[in-house]
Each structure stands twice: as structure tokens, then as C-alpha cells.
């Protein structure tokens, strides 16, 4: 068994932030940066030293996938399952539940409070929780993507499993119960559902102890290189600001139009 890295454990962490880092721990650092911007709205300090040799891949290893189940097709529930926590800050969650199904637990009411995992010094809110046959909980992370055909594979979506097991932790650290595994949902809103499908992301034993080893890992990472990559700094917010100096290319993730809609335009000469 690997033993963890040294860590550091006061610094707060997000299932975001894990899934930026196995991307590129570079982009996790930029985005923690963007969030720390000062009154000035100058982004706050940058670990990474500037004369860091970028690498070719994330130091962070893949978490279990042998047990991973992709299902082609349409997701549905039974009448004996039902929602019990709805992220209300995330816009455009599918409906998935008759309101008679749906059973919000009172300390999470609001849907804006965050799972909060004290001991492992995680926090965030999925998507959505439920509650299969009134028994099991299991998380569910909805994308507007479509089902990815190689999904283990070099263009798959691999950190959608990252976020899918930091989120099993929350809810078992938030709930008191160890969901099964955790559900990532994509709706393929582009192609009207054609090519819809969901993923089954076990958590277990395996899980649990890949995700205490990623989080002190992330922790003890005193450098948080950059892995310049088409496929990773495509989709990079902080990249699209330009606060990346490492970017194989530019930005072109899912709030591209906005972002391009905001640069200033070259006045024109109407003479």
C-alpha cells in the first residue's frame, strides 16, 4: 500500500479542486488564486515557482476504475426512490423527480449549505442526493455533456470519477451513511439526449483510501505544476483571463462565447 504524502491539513479543499488537480495541480492553483483576488481584483499568491519544469501528465493517480459501470441510455428511478438534497446555486439540474418524490432533508433544507467533512477537511455540494428504495444515498453529478464512447480512454472523462468519490465521502461524512457508489449523469443537452448514458462509480474501501491519499498528496504538493495540454488548458477558466503562462492553447471550454463576448473590441473608423 502507498503511504500518503506528508500533508498539510488546514488547507480547505473542494471536490472541484481535486478534479482541477488531476487535470493540472497548476489550474487547481490558479483557480484557488482567483478566488483570493484582493480589492485591487488582482488574483491572490501563486505557489507555483516560476521557474517550474511543466510536466507531461498529473502526479496524481487514477483512482480505482475496475469496478466503473457506463450505461448507455436514459437514467430512471422508482417510485420507491426519492431526492432528499438539491444543490438550488447549480442553474438547469434535469428534473428527475414527481414533486411527491421529493423529501429534502431539514438540515439541508436550503440546498445552499455545503457537505462538510471535518475530518478529512473536504467540503462541497453535489448536484443532487438520493435516496434509492428510501435506503441507500447516493450522490449524482449531472453534466451537459454527452457519454463519452471511450470513456476510460485518453479523451474519456476520468476526473467526473474524482468528483463522483470526493462526493460519496461528503455524503457519508454529512449523512452518516457510506453510499455504494456515486452517479455521474450526462445529458448530451447538444445532441437533444441522443447520447445520453450514465456512469456508476463504486466507493468503497479501495475509493475511500485512493481519496485520503489524493487529498494529502494535493496537500503536500509544494509546487503544483503545470501540465500544458490541448485537452486540459481548452477548458481552462483561469486560462481564458490569461493568468496562465504555460497554455498549449486557448481557451475554448464551455463559457467560451462569454468570455470572447467581454474582451474589449477595436474601435471601428467609419470614415
Not at 34 to 53: E, I, L, M, S
Not at 201 to 229: F, M
Request: aromatic share 8%.
Amino acid at each position: 500500500m502507498l503511504a500518503p504524502p506528508q500533508a498539510v491539513p488546514s488547507e480547505h479543499l473542494t471536490p472541484h479542486d481535486l478534479v482541477a488537480y488531476f487535470r493540472c495541480p497548476h489550474e487547481m492553483e490558479l483557480e484557488k488564486a482567483r478566488k483570493a483576488r484582493g480589492a485591487d481584483g488582482a488574483p491572490g499568491p501563486v505557489r507555483t515557482p516560476a521557474d517550474v519544469v511543466p510536466l507531461r501528465h498529473s502526479p496524481l493517480l487514477s483512482p480505482p476504475l475496475g469496478a466503473t459501470r457506463v450505461n448507455p441510455g436514459h437514467l430512471a428511478f422508482t417510485a420507491l426512490d426519492h431526492l432528499v438534497y438539491e444543490d438550488d446555486g447549480e442553474d438547469d439540474l434535469p428534473v428527475l423527480f414527481p414533486p411527491e418524490q421529493v423529501h429534502r432533508d431539514p438540515r439541508f433544507r436550503t440546498g445552499a449549505e455545503n457537505l462538510v467533512d471535518t475530518t478529512l477537511g473536504l467540503a462541497g455540494r453535489p448536484d443532487l442526493v438520493v435516496a434509492l428504495g428510501g435506503r441507500e444515498l447516493v450522490p449524482l453529478e449531472y453534466k451537459e455533456t454527452h457519454l463519452f464512447v471511450d470513456y476510460h480512454g485518453a479523451h474519456g472523462r476520468l476526473f467526473d470519477t474524482v468528483q463522483a468519490i470526493a462526493q460519496c465521502r461528503l455524503v457519508e461524512a454529512a449523512f452518516g451513511r457510506r453510499p455504494p457508489y456515486g452517479i455521474v449523469l450526462y445529458g448530451d443537452e447538444a445532441g437533444d439526449g441522443l447520447h445520453e448514458g450514465w456512469v456508476e462509480v463504486p466507493y468503497g474501501d479501495a475509493e475511500a483510501g485512493w481519496l485520503r491519499y489524493a487529498l494529502a498528496q494535493v496537500r503536500g504538493d509544494s509546487v503544483r505544476a503545470p501540465v500544458p495540454a490541448e485537452r486540459n488548458c481548452g477548458g481552462c477558466e483561469p486560462n481564458a483571463e490569461g493568468l496562465c503562462r504555460y497554455a498549449a492553447a486557448r481557451y475554448e471550454g464551455p463559457h467560451h462565447r462569454a468570455w470572447a463576448a467581454s474582451l474589449p473590441r477595436p474601435a471601428t473608423d467609419h470614415r
